[in-house]
């Protein structure tokens, strides 16, 4: 088992490391941006007049939900442990100048949420229950076309659907159980049983109610999130103008990071920074494609707009809270703080030290919870296109009882086979990103060529 684990690992450095998948991610972003004109910037404002005002569209347009359930149906696959655990490993390890990277990779990946999301709904299918399936599964099949369009096509599906199972799901729930056992003793046997419990009763309802409960729950855990966050560092106000340009400088210098490093070097900056705004967001990943394709609407590019609002929520707002609250409060500088008692650590400073922890434990809890539903979704979408609607049932039967194992197992394994799988869902997505832009872009033209695209009717 031992030597399994090590070759994993060393599989698992290269997929993720320095060579492969992070420049080849941020790349994309910055290629789309400049072929997109920069159009995350110039109409971010009316994406999200339309994710968050305008919420209904005609009833005679194909789709399953409203523009926003699908765009909460992404964050809550998207908003998870991460947030929380995941920034302030990047911080401690890469120090403040992670963030800055972090900044960088979300305004780059808006673009490649965007051509995801314009893809999803260009190429969805209607499945043999009159529910809209899409994703790279079938932008790369039917986009590119040919043998090797159906190989990614297909590739991209056996890898979505083992990465819900590990990273999208047993590792969410190890997390929340392990978070629980230790702030209020409640043993992983109980907590993985209701959470199991819990989420079959919404997965087992398909998309309609995933997104109905991810259309109440998304908001309400974001907004408990950022107002503790905004609490600490209102209380730490003074240190707030420091803390930012300590980002700045140190993204370009490096500087000493928690656990007794001395001198961190900026290519580490740059590394955590880049690879925890992409675990983040999932930009490029190809799994917002998936939620965007069940949208209802007759305008890839109208979803399109709405999906690249993700990346901005998660990692431009989200990300950032999280990073200054644990820069502000010296966090990052303690030493023995890692992962999510570093960010717990942090909002006590400014909560106190129940509040502060109660706080991390609710978060990691519906954060995780949520994750599930959405990984849910996006594992049994790819099993569809796999084997048929026939699959769809049994995945969801499967998905569900793995969230005990998952409570209740220690997953070191799980976790590095299930990231490499998430780090070969990118490369055939990636790939048709690159291979179908010029669809992206003339897409894009003809949408905004017409001078009344403002009106959404």
Known sequence: MEQLHAVLTTINTFVWGPFLLIPLLLLTGLYLTIRLRGLQFRILGHALWLAFVRRKERSTLTGDVSHYQALTTALAATIGVGNIAGVATAIGIGGPGALFWMWITGLVGMATK????????????????????????????????????NTLGIAFAVFGAIAALGIGNMVQANTAATQLQSTWGIPPIWSGAVMTIAAAAVILGGIKRIA???????????????????????VFADQLPAAIMLVFTDAFSGTAAA?????????????????????????????????AASAITDKPVRQAMVSMTQTFIDTLIMVSLTALAIIVTGAWMQEGLVGAPMTAWALEQGLGNDWGTYTVTLSVLIFSFTTLLGWCYYGERCIERLVGRTGVV???????????????????????????????????????LLLLSNIVVKETRTYFSNPGWRNVD
Not at 212 to 234: D, K
Not at 263 to 271: D, E, T
Not at 395 to 421: C, H, K, P, Q
Request: aromatic share 12%; net charge neutral.
């Open 114 to 149: 965007y051509a995801e999301g314009l893809l999803g709904v260009k190429y969805r299918r209607t499945d043999a229950h009159g529910e809209q399936s899409g994703g790279p599964m079938y932008y790369l099949t039917y986009g590119i076309g040919g043998f090797w369009g």
């Open 259 to 291: 656990g007794g490093f001395t001198g961190a070097a900026v290519i580490l900056a740059i590394q955590m920074g880049v690879a925890r705004g992409i675990f983040s967001n999932e930009s490029g990943l190809g799994t917002g494609a998936i939620a």
């Open 212 to 234: 109905r409960f991810a259309a109440g729950a998304v908001p309400l855990m974001c907004i408990l999130y950022m107002i503790s966050n905004l609490v600490v560092l209102t």
């Open 394 to 432: 049994p995945y969801r039967l499967v998905f569900s009882a793995t969230i005990y194992l998952g409570a209740v197992l220690s997953l070191e394994l799980v976790w590095t086979f299930s990231d490499i799988a998430n780090g070969l869902m990118a490369l055939p997505n990636l790939i048709g």
